[in-house]
């Protein structure tokens, strides 16, 4: 592994300074949890080139919020591009919902822990920056603006319709199959480039498999889809498909400003790789509104689940039991509570838009 010799100042915070070749010194970090997207991925290869004999673990935020890793994230293990924990010992997020307040940052770092969080498309890019100072990283430098495109909505719609292999290679990325994950980042550390890796037979085999996937998804859309006030709700509960915003808008093409995505299962349990919970995402159409979204999607995936968040223009959170008055309650889900949080989102929603074409 190659060390550049830079002394340059990073900044990890508006409210803290940490040199990264003193932040590599003073901790020691074992375990790398990172989120199990194409963005998790590669800050996790960034990490792992910091931290060789680093573990890593591919999570999802559900299992971050809802204390499922407690028992595995300690002062040795870096959390990156997922939601703030206080038993870590280093975070490195760029997501606004998961910012640590000014109170848990002052109580974590006077622990001798340490927190990057910064502003960017992409969790990838805050952790590149900070150790590229260090560390000879030209094997990623090829892949960091597709990564920023995904991550941050700035993708064109060729882009994302394009034969890219950073673009299906991101489709093949996820926290159910650790091993594959695994067995990317590591190429990904070792310096192999995107177009040699979508070429080998557990990468190709992947590929094909999510062609086929995208394919049914976009054969049953028109139908598990209704388009409420330019808001595309798509409705893949119990079908066992997943898909992200960009299929969805992708598809609709200028008739929705946004899209509400539901899946996972009734029955389904957090950690559970093949039923996840009932869940719902919110992405804006990036293609139609690339400087960002109309509405801020976090206020909906916040409204009910105290779990819920992630950017402004693409976010999720777990569909929750509802009162008829649109209180939580305590309780498993029941008939008519997904119709419950649907409408009150909608309601939201029409708010705002009702508030643009006012004027306000």
Known sequence: MMILINTAMVVITSRQIMPPHTLIKSLDIRLIVADGDLDGLVAGAVLKTAWPDADIVFSHPAEIRSGYLDDIINANTALCDLPFHPECGLYIDHHVTNRPSEIQENEFTAKGRYIHWREADSAARVAYELFLPLFDLTALAPIMDM????????????????????????????????????????????????????????????????????????????????????????????????????????????????????????????????????????????????????????????????????????????????????VVENRELRDGDLTRNIDYWLKAWNQNQDNINLGN
């Open 147 to 326: 990564v920023d495109k995904l991550d941050g909505g700035r993708i064109s719609t060729d882009e994302f319709l394009s034969d890219d292999p950073v673009v299906w290679i991101s489709r093949t990325v996820t926290s159910s199959d650790q091993e594959y994950s695994r067995s990317l980042l590591r190429k990904l550390v070792a310096g192999q480039s995107v177009a040699e890796i979508v070429k080998e037979p557990e990468t190709a085999v992947r590929i094909e498999a999510m062609k086929m996937q995208m394919k049914d998804i976009r054969n049953i859309l028109n139908s598990k889809s209704i388009i409420e006030n330019r808001l595309a709700i798509c409705n893949l509960e119990e079908t066992g498909l997943r898909t992200n915003g960009y299929l969805v808008t992708a598809h609709f093409g200028k008739d929705c400003d946004a899209c509400l995505i539901v899946h996972g299962s009734k029955e389904g349990k957090i950690g559970d790789n093949e039923a996840w919970p009932l869940s719902a995402s919110f992405y804006s159409n990036s293609f139609l509104h690339t400087e960002g979204g109309i509405f801020d999607l976090s206020t909906l995936a916040t409204m009910f689940d105290e779990n819920g968040g992630g950017h402004r223009n693409a976010c999720g959170c777990r569909i929750m039991p509802v009162s008829e008055n649109g």
